[in-house]
């Protein structure tokens, strides 16, 4: 493991102030980095100002004069993020033009920018190439595939995992603190690390007590995963059955990657795009219907899902229609037990993520949030080892290694709670060539790899913790 340099003052221009560009630069300057933005549409600029502390030029994104006026040369990103891909295509040519040494974009397009595309990232003399929709097509696919009815996320190179999981009355750690979880299972380490509960997001302390509907993430060595899953009541399931509501770019594609391995529906409320799907999609069951009815849920065969995943890119829609499916889901018309249906739901505002994942759905995404935090995580990786977004959590993890003389490595983890209390756990410390769930007794040293699960928004605070700047 090595050690990363930390540059504060690095210059980023964005295009674009759209869904990503302003989430990614709230972000950006919130972690203390000198962001500039070029956008074209005033009204965009005017809901900026006063929110942001960015520098804003309203001008188009192709006009070397924009450039120029937001000092081009100077900066150390490029992030295009407009609504047209060949704008943030081009865009990456006159950045390195201008020396501009990191350069992103967002494209939709899969034509453009892959290993075997005719035009690559490398062509187009791009770092980093974001496709949203793939993004959130291939994780989507990823959490279906997983092991368990709730969500897994390796880290540590597969050493330590995250188990994301829904709390019911019949949860044995229902209404218990976590101190009281913790000895009641002292057979083996884990942590709580985070609870989604309304529309908030807990980094909870010894003394933080789960409640019913509350939805946490709990992290534990790889060699104690089944035994945290026995305690969880997480059953390990084959998937059998997805079905799809929406028909856009995300629905096909999901289908698309799916079809051949697992039964698919899809019910698509657009009669011309259902026709074109049934062409397009040769191995997948498409319907014509509203999936926001429940009868024709249940008709398309509901019953027989084990996930329901909801894309069609309204907001409101994709939320209910997830509460529907599992309140159809816990009985049947003839008052028998179905299969325990996991929902996932695609959620294009990124205040209704927590509130989609508490109420309705298992597991909420959000294209911008997933586009932005992959941004951001090529950004950071000068500060950081590795970071992953907790889904439906306004939460991060990160890895990192703490700096000599830098405030982690001065005490014991209990006594540093009054430091970092209510904002961040400590999750893991890498120690004698191996990963270890770290208690309170643990006192972090110079130089050992620390994964820390914080808030979003604290990043700035985990990284004056650890290297103390």
């Given amino acids: 493991m090595f050690r990363k340099n930390f540059a504060p003052t690095e210059q980023i221009l964005i295009l674009g102030l759209g869904g990503v560009g302003f989430y990614l630069a709230k972000r950006l300057i919130h972690e203390e980095y ?69 350069k992103i974009a967002r494209v ?48 540590a190179q597969g050493e330590i995992q995250l188990l994301a999981t829904g709390i019911d009355e019949t949860s044995p750690m229902v209404n218990r603190t976590l101190q009281e979880i913790a000895a009641m299972y002292s057979d083996f380490p884990f942590r709580v690390v985070a609870i989604a509960r309304g529309i908030s997001t807990i980094i909870p302390t010894g003394s ?60 698509e409320k657009n009669e011309t795009r259902a026709k074109e799907l049934a062409l397009e999609l040769a191995h997948t069951e498409v319907l014509h219907g509203d999936g926001s009815d429940g009868d024709v849920l249940t008709m398309a065969g509901l019953f027989d899902a084990n996930t329901f995943v909801t894309c069609t890119g309204e907001n409101e829609t994709d939320i209910m ?53 992959e941004i951001l995580k090529f950004v950071r990786r000068s500060e950081f080892l590795a970071v992953a977004h907790l889904h439906g959590f306004d939460t991060e993890v990160v890895e990192l290694v703490a700096v000599e003389k830098s405030p982690i490595t001065k005490k014991p983890l209990s006594k540093l709670d009054s430091f970092f209390q209510n904002k961040l756990i400590i999750g893991a410390i890498f120690r004698d060539n191996n990963w270890q769930i770290a208690v309170g007794d643990t006192h972090i040293q110079p130089d050992e790899p620390v994964i820390v699960i914080c808030n979003s928004r604290l990043l700035k605070d985990v990284r004056k913790l650890f290297i103390g700047k």
Wanted: hydrophobic share 45%; glycine share 6%; net charge neutral.
């Fill in 208 to 267: 933080q007590k789960i409640l019913p509907s509350d939805h946490i993430f709990i992290m534990a060595a790889q060699e104690h995963l089944a035994r945290l899953m026995e305690v969880t009541g997480v059953q390990q399931k084959r998937q059998q059955k997805v079905m799809l509501l929406g028909g856009g770019l995300v629905g096909a594609r999901v289908a698309k990657l799916l079809e051949k391995s697992v039964s698919v529906t899809l019910i």
């Fill in 108 to 155: 939709r397009s899969l034509e453009f920018g892959n290993p075997n595309s005719l035009i690559t990232a490398a062509d187009l003399k791009l770092d980093l190439l974001i496709h949203p929709e793939e993004l959130v097509s291939q994780e989507i696919v990823r959490l279906i595939k997983i092991r368990a009815s709730n969500e897994i996320i390796d880290i």
């Fill in 34 to 102: 000198a962001v500039t933005i070029i956008e074209s549409d005033p009204k965009l600029i005017m809901q900026a100002d006063g929110q942001i502390d960015a520098r804003l030029i309203n001008g188009n994104a192709m006009s070397i004069k924009c450039w120029q006026e937001a000092d081009a040369d100077k900066m150390d990103y490029m992030i295009a993020v407009t609504n047209n891909d060949a704008v943030n295509m081009m865009a990456s040519m006159i950045a390195d033009r201008f020396g501009i040494e990191k």
């Fill in 321 to 373: 229609t997830c509460l529907l499916a599992k309140h159809l889901c816990k009985k049947n018309g003839n008052g028998e037990k179905t299969v325990d249906c996991r929902t996932i739901a695609l959620v294009n505002k990124e205040d209704y993520l927590i509130l989609a994942a508490t109420i309705g759905s298992d597991i909420a995404l959000n294209k911008k949030v997933m586009a932005a935090n």
